[in-house]
């Protein structure tokens, strides 16, 4: 039996079909085929409607009706042995989708669905090699890269894999990186070429990336984007793909303490995730706080309780006001979270801003036009919310490192226990103008 197409040709011994009982299936073998044929056919199109098409053909959801019509007969009749009379590339990509389609019928175990994936995307990374150019095959690339992901994330999550944490992350990106290699072998005028693929799997590898804690691989990643964004444009993908980029760029930018451009790429994947992707917002909305935080802008608490994001609610009215006790008192209630998802040592370092704006309240209340000041008006201040007592050392150590941040004009006259404010510029200048250069 033999099913014919201008790109593939899948060859079934009559011995084979003995083996897996055809004979009694003839209606599921007939679906099988058929499934087998309308990728051929869409292939052979090679658009950006096919593409999609193909990715839901390929799917490992439950949902996809082809699936769903072929479930039983996979399960029955794809006990196929691993040798296969299959040579041409486009068939063995096929045939080890297929195969692994039939595992997942069976009910494998995650470890046994991963390794059958990625062998299946290794051969899909050498059919992109070799087909045509255009954008029609970047639905695949994204379906294909998540799908891995996926399958890593649950096989990383299978106790019964026995495996040490990170081991089918770690197969995942080499697979991912040989296709977002081939993406770059393209030629042809973006984006109608390979090259626009790309994005997805820089996309994926940031998931991966940030799950297992490899930041500086995640700063390669942007690097690469950082040299060639004259040729690919971000402009021209998808929102939802712009959104993940922009996102995960604002979380690099934070763990740099770059926090300008933080909060500019947050702001952006905030603004265009779509209102109905609580999750992802809230995701967006927990690390944008922070960033904006720390250059003086403080996030409406409605926006936060929307997001149930209390761990910023108190702390927010704590810096704004100055209230430093409340400050260290909110910090240590939520440093676990904080710790968790990688923000304490930003929190921690508001802990100047509280300052700043506790010192601008005394500095006007004692005296505006006064521009030298006695330690010690400080030092009162600072024992007030605090249980124990201060010591002025301490204090002067604050002072000096408020200047050195450029949060506070001046300079300290240790000798004299002074504090000589600038006369000429503001006093205490806006939060944002003291981190843009100095913090980035």
């Not at 959104?243 to 790429?265: C, I, K, N, P, S």
């Amino acid at each position: 039996m033999c099913i014919r197409d201008r790109n593939i040709r899948m060859h079934i011994s009559f011995a084979q079909i003995s083996n897996m009982k055809l004979y009694t299936w003839v209606d599921q073998v007939i679906s099988l085929f058929t499934y087998a044929n309308d990728v051929n056919n869409l292939y052979s199109l090679l658009s950006l409607t096919s593409g999609k098409t193909i990715a839901e053909l390929s799917s490992l959801s439950r949902s996809s009706k082809h699936l769903s019509n072929l479930r039983f007969s996979i399960a029955t009749t794809l006990g196929l042995p691993q040798e296969h009379s299959i040579t041409n590339t486009w068939n063995d990509f096929l045939s080890s989708h297929l195969v692994f389609l039939g595992s997942r019928a069976r009910g494998e175990s995650a470890k046994v669905l991963f390794e059958s994936y990625n062998e299946s995307f290794g051969f899909f990374v050498k059919v992109f090699k070799i087909i045509q150019e255009g954008d029609w095959s970047a639905p695949l690339v994204k379906w294909f890269c998540n799908e891995l992901y996926e399958l890593a994330e649950q096989a990383d999550e299978d106790p019964g894999t026995g495996n040490k944490r990170s081991v089918q992350y770690d197969e995942a990106v080499r697979s991912i990186q040989q296709l977002f290699a081939a993406c770059q072998l393209s030629n042809f005028k973006f984006p109608q070429c390979k090259l626009y693929s790309v994005l997805f799997c820089i996309n994926t590898l940031f998931k991966i990336f940030f799950k297992l804690e490899k930041i500086q691989s995640c700063q390669t990643l942007l690097k690469w984007y950082a040299q060639n964004k004259t040729t690919v444009i971000l402009a021209a993908y998808p929102k939802s793909a712009q959104v993940t980029f922009h996102y995960f760029r604002g979380r690099m930018a934070l763990y740099q303490m770059d926090f300008v451009e933080a909060e500019e790429a947050l702001d952006f994947a905030l603004a265009h995730c779509p209102k109905n992707a609580f999750n992802n917002r809230l995701l967006i909305v927990r690390y944008l706080t922070p960033a904006k935080l720390v250059l003086g802008t403080y996030p409406e608490e409605e926006l936060l309780k929307r997001y149930r994001l209390k761990e910023y609610i108190s702390i927010s009215r704590a810096i704004r006001s100055g209230d430093i006790g409340k400050f260290n008192e909110e910090l240590e209630k939520y440093e676990e979270l904080y710790v968790s998802k990688g923000v304490y040592l930003i929190m921690e370092r508001l802990r100047y801003v509280t300052y700043r704006n506790l010192f601008k309240k005394i500095q006007r209340i004692v005296n505006p036009a006064d521009k030298i000041m006695k330690l010690d008006k400080f030092n009162q201040v600072l024992a007030i919310g605090s249980s124990e007592k201060v010591d002025p050392l301490e204090t002067e150590c604050i002072l000096a490192n408020m200047i050195d941040r450029k949060l506070l004009l001046g300079y300290l006259i240790h000798e004299k226990q002074l504090i000589v404010m600038s006369k000429k510029k503001e006093i205490f200048p806006p939060i944002r103008a003291a981190y843009t250069k100095s913090e980035s």
